[in-house]
């Protein structure tokens, strides 16, 4: 072979040079010395047979890295989902919040026409936002529909002022109270569903989440119609 005769070569070269032949058994000696676990018996002079010692080290390294690369893709993909069932819980937590007061208004209702039946315009507003917030279904919707009736319920709110006999009343009363209550309740929530959507939302378009999100899409936050909306309906008593 070609590294036998550069071999063959080398030996008559050092043969006619006793000082080449002695660089030589030292060089011979520290590579053999070196590479004494890479090589195979008889073949420490060959250059190609010193590059096949390497090739197992490098296998090994690849696979690590490989194994690597897996686990953190893994833990990235998890916490990604992980931040998406947040967001569903936090988002059960404000429809527990809505359904509480959509229970309320009814009664509500009944209450304030009882010494304001004249305010229709105002009570048919409110009907018909809770019976919007009940037939919306997406998300979306809903906060869409949340929000009108919140609107809606503050109104009914500000004109039950003029009326001291309503306000007098104990069942009114008790039921603005729970109504206040809930609004205070659906304020912490949209407030947690917010942070949760946020968090989401920065896992799944920042490195490496982003190449790792799997086609997932930006989430909603719940955002206010007004700055007017974020406090619960009060009335002074």
């Not at 060089?27 to 676990?37: A, E, P």
């Not at 359904?99 to 009570?123: C, F, M, W």
């Amino acid at each position: 072979t070609a590294c036998s005769g550069s071999a063959a070569a080398a030996m008559v070269l050092t043969e006619a040079h006793p000082p080449i032949r002695r660089v030589s058994g030292h060089i011979s000696t520290l590579l053999i010395s070196s590479f004494n676990g890479y090589t195979q018996p008889g073949a420490q002079g060959d250059v190609s047979c010193l590059l096949k010692g390497f090739a197992m080290p490098a296998v090994i390294v690849i696979l690590v890295i490989l194994i690597v690369l897996a686990v953190a893709y893994i833990n990235i993909r998890n916490g990604i989902v992980e931040k998406e069932n947040r967001i569903d819980n936090a988002w059960e937590t404000i429809e527990v919040q809505l359904q509480r007061r959509n229970d309320l208004i009814p009664n509500l209702v009944e209450t304030v026409k009882g010494y304001a039946a004249h305010e229709s315009a105002t009570l048919e507003a409110v009907v018909a936002a809770r019976a919007n917030m009940t037939s919306a279904t997406t998300p979306e919707a809903r906060m869409d529909a949340a929000n009108n009736l919140t609107s809606a319920l503050q109104r009914l709110l500000a004109v039950a002022e003029s009326y001291p006999e309503l306000k007098a009343n104990t069942n009114f009363q008790q039921l603005q109270g729970e109504l206040t209550d809930t609004e205070n309740k659906l304020s912490y929530a949209r407030m947690s569903y917010n942070d949760c959507v946020l968090e989401y939302n920065n896992a799944i378009t920042t490195f490496p989440g982003s190449l790792i999100a799997g086609g997932r899409s930006k989430r909603q936050g719940f955002q206010l119609a007004s700055a007017s909306a974020a406090e619960a309906p009060k009335v002074q008593f």
